[in-house]
């Protein structure tokens, strides 16, 4: 069955950087764009980082643009959040997913929780 599993977060410094992998299985990973979101307790969660299947074209919300890396590596089937110049407002607890349209599913994994504070 599909799996996403989030791991690399934890609690670092204002100013510090996490790197995030999503370890996928279970579907092919190549043929998916790919998304990271976080969300805050008692918040929307939010669209983080979006990246096309290929690789080939990536987006940002304006909150990390500039901050923030999106990759993927399609024959290891997993996807990375590159975190730097983290702030306090970055704490959240990040997921994977992907969207299969097909069929109207989205998919999430577990989260990870990022946490900044000095």
């Known amino acids: 069955q599909v799996q996403l599993v989030e791991s690399g977060g934890g609690l670092v410094q204002p100013g510090g950087s996490l790197r995030l992998s999503c370890a996928a299985s279970?579907?092919?990973?190549?043929?998916?764009?790919m998304n990271w979101y976080r969300q805050v307790p008692g918040k929307e969660r939010e669209l983080v980082a979006s990246?096309?299947?290929?690789?080939?074209?990536?987006n940002y919300a304006d909150t990390v643009k500039g901050r923030f890396t999106i990759s993927r590596d399609n024959a290891k089937n997993t996807a990375y959040l590159q975190m730097n110049s983290l702030k306090p407002e970055d704490t959240a607890v990040y997921y994977c997913?992907?969207?299969?349209?097909?069929?109207?599913?989205?998919?999430w994994g577990q989260g990870t929780q990022v946490s900044v504070s000095s």
């Open positions: 997913n992907f969207v299969r349209r097909a069929i109207a599913r989205s998919y």
């Open positions: 990246i096309t299947s290929d690789g080939g074209s990536t």
């Open positions: 279970g579907f092919t990973f190549s043929a998916y764009a």
